[in-house]
């Protein structure tokens, strides 16, 4: 198989999968327990008249099928509704805290691939050592620990009884800033604690996984030939041994995309973080099926487009992987 045809062939599953997840994302929020037009009546006290008016915006008086149409031709226009809790546009609102949430993952995922594929490596060069057996142990408690329960721990500590970091929000209330670098600052100080959750947690997978394959890889054959013709160990591991130890690691961070998804709505519920993960939550309890149907789309889109790059990788690190 070429690689042209390969990634064809890629891209139909990915648009098969957009698809699919389109329309369970319509169905899933529709027979969701709670009515989502009592909920906007807080009192309780509400008249047909005016539940009808509210379908009516809403599009909620149409037939199953309409709907359906409706919210494709709203995905494919990048027009996700108005807001049933917020009375805005559901695009804007999202705009606004996936720039929060952008940042606090891209901030957490170089740190954790850095750190996590780093101590992987020294790990394997030594491994057996008491450096070894330490970063393993330290990497299974961190790993071992709920990204919650992480994150009240780090406010206890740093935020209530030390008071080094602020323990909510992204700037501080009332603050009056003289400079945007003032702003800046205290944007990162907000940033602190939920980051450090996320790289305690999820540092372990990909320390883990770049161990375990450079040990396997540095006892093959090709790596014993490669130091039997005098390179030194630095340039066996560079040219040999991390090149045949990549594939591993690199569907590793596809499947990270995945999972720091669920660890950013904890993270950011915890501390009060004004991103997607607190706009999902506080969505579920407001039944705001418009902020729903959005952020699941976007947030299931963003995992199987890096599934998908990952996979067009694998072709350029092996060439086999599109013959399979």
């Known amino acids: 198989m070429s690689k042209l045809k390969y990634i064809g062939k890629k891209l139909m599953q990915l648009i098969l999968t957009l698809y699919a997840i389109i329309t369970f994302n319509f169905i899933l929020f529709r027979i969701m327990p709670g009515d989502p037009i009592r909920l906007l009546a807080r009192s309780g006290a509400i008249s047909a008249e005016s539940i009808a008016r509210i379908k009516e915006l809403f599009g909620l008086d149409q037939p199953m099928w309409m709907q359906y149409f409706i919210y494709l031709k709203n995905i494919v226009t990048g027009q996700f509704g108005i807001s049933m809790t917020y009375r805005q546009p559901v695009s804007s609102i999202i705009a606004e805290r996936m720039a929060n949430t952008v940042t606090l993952l891209a901030v957490a995922t170089v740190m954790i691939i850095i750190i996590g594929i780093g101590t992987g490596i020294v790990a394997a060069m030594r491994r057996g050592s008491r450096l070894d057996k330490t970063f393993v142990v330290a990497s299974m408690v961190g790993w071992s620990l709920p990204t919650f329960w992480t994150g009240l721990l780090m406010i206890v500590v740093f935020g209530v009884f030390l008071k080094i970091f602020p323990i909510s929000g992204i700037l501080t209330p009332g603050m009056q800033y003289a400079t945007y670098s003032q702003v800046i600052m205290d944007y990162a100080k907000h940033l602190v604690m939920p980051t ?50 990549m594939l591993p690691i690199i569907t590793t961070l596809a499947l990270y995309v995945s999972l720091v998804i669920g660890g950013a709505i904890q993270v950011e519920t915890v501390f009060s973080f004004p991103g997607m993960g607190k706009l999902m939550y506080d969505a579920v309890l407001k039944r705001d099926y418009p902020i729903l149907e959005a ?30």
């Open 196 to 245: 450090i959750a996320l790289i305690i947690v999820d540092m372990a997978q990909f320390f883990l996984i770049t161990r375990s394959t450079l040990v396997d890889v540095l006892t093959e054959d090709y790596m014993l030939t490669a130091k039997g013709k005098g390179l030194s160990p630095k340039k066996a591991l560079w040219r040999h041994a991390m090149p045949n130890a």
């Open 295 to 324: 952020s699941f789309f976007l947030m299931a889109a963003v995992t199987v487009t890096a599934n998908f790059i990952s996979d067009i990788f694998y072709t350029i690190i092996d060439p086999r992987v599109k013959d399979i």
